[in-house]
Every structure is written in C-alpha cells, then in structure tokens.
C-alpha cells in the first residue's frame, strides 16, 4: 500500500511506476489507490484522531475505505 503520495511530481509518479515493476518482479502486489497526502491526512493526525472520524468524506479516507474492501475482497 502506498501511503504518503504526493502525485504531482514527475518525479514522485517515475518512483510510484518502479515500485510497481520492482513488485511484479518479486512476485508482491501493490494496491490502489495510492493514499494522498492530502491536509485532511495531517489535520487529523496532529488532533490525534484516525482519519476516518475526523474527515470520512477526504479523498484519502475515500482510498483508504476502497483499499480496505479490496483487502476484505482478497
């Protein structure tokens, strides 16, 4: 699971497409979506609270939830 992704950067998108290769090569999956470092992420974790309490409708919590039921679905 990538966390963190700050996908604007040609750079940061190079790095996300050889993980992906880097993983396929040994065999390990990576699951999207990659979850966004987004304000929300950082506002919830200096209140101290998990992110889906704090901002349920944010866009990473949004891709947390679709990464959790294609866990479940696994």
Same mark, same amino acid.
């Given at each position: 699971? @990538?966390? $963190?992704?700050?996908?604007?950067?040609?750079? @940061? #998108?190079? =790095?996300?497409?050889?993980? !992906? *290769?880097?993983? %396929? *090569?040994?065999?390990? &999956?990576? /699951?999207?979506? &990659?979850? !966004? =470092?987004?304000? $929300? @992420? /950082?506002? *919830?974790?200096?209140?101290?609270?998990?992110?889906?309490?704090?901002? &349920?409708?944010?866009?990473? *919590? #949004?891709?947390? %939830? %679709? /990464?959790?039921? #294609?866990?479940? $679905?696994?």
């Amino acid at each position: 699971i @990538v966390t $963190k992704y700050a996908g604007r950067s040609n750079q @940061v #998108k190079a =790095l996300l497409e050889e993980m !992906r *290769a880097e993983a %396929e *090569a040994i065999g390990a &999956p990576i /699951i999207d979506p &990659p979850i !966004r =470092l987004t304000d $929300k @992420v /950082i506002e *919830a974790q200096n209140n101290r609270l998990n992110l889906a309490e704090y901002a &349920p409708r944010s866009t990473a *919590a #949004k891709c947390y %939830e %679709e /990464i959790a039921d #294609k866990i479940v $679905k696994w």
